[in-house]
């Protein structure tokens, strides 16, 4: 539902007192096993930072509002974002919503570059041995900063 209302009613979806309390509970979605849950909230995620108003020839007053609201959202709750994404990617979702955590992350360290250098050594530090080993780790992050 929070998906079509994007498309409905983003002036309302974007306001700057509603999408803060939206987007840290859209994150609970990320820690269900459920496939059917798991897809759409990666969906929600994916239409949020790839939304129009985020694009840099965006114009007008009101994609300008939302792009800054999106923005700040984004750098504030990062950190769990990508956490869930990663600890997710390597834990519960399924195989299928491996492409959907790639277009977020590739968004995501687009738009946020150092502040996603400044998340990652927490968040890969959280995620399990078992399932993501130190040195896998280590590469990555030595990866992604290349």
Partial sequence: MLLQMIDINPEIFFNHNIFPSVFGTSLAGLTVVHSDIVFATLDLFRAIVMHDCLHPDAQGEE????????RGVVRE???????????GMIGDFPEDAIAN????????????PNEM???LPGVLQQLPTT????????????DLTK
């Fill in 63 to 70: 994609y300008t509002q939302w792009a800054t609201v999106i």
């Fill in 117 to 119: 250098l400044t998340w």
């Fill in 101 to 112: 955590v790639v277009s977020i992350f590739r968004v995501l360290t687009t738009m946020f």
């Fill in 77 to 87: 709750q990062g950190y769990s974002l990508t956490g869930y994404l990663l600890g």
């Fill in 131 to 142: 399932f993501a080993p130190a040195v896998a780790k280590s590469q990555f992050l030595v």
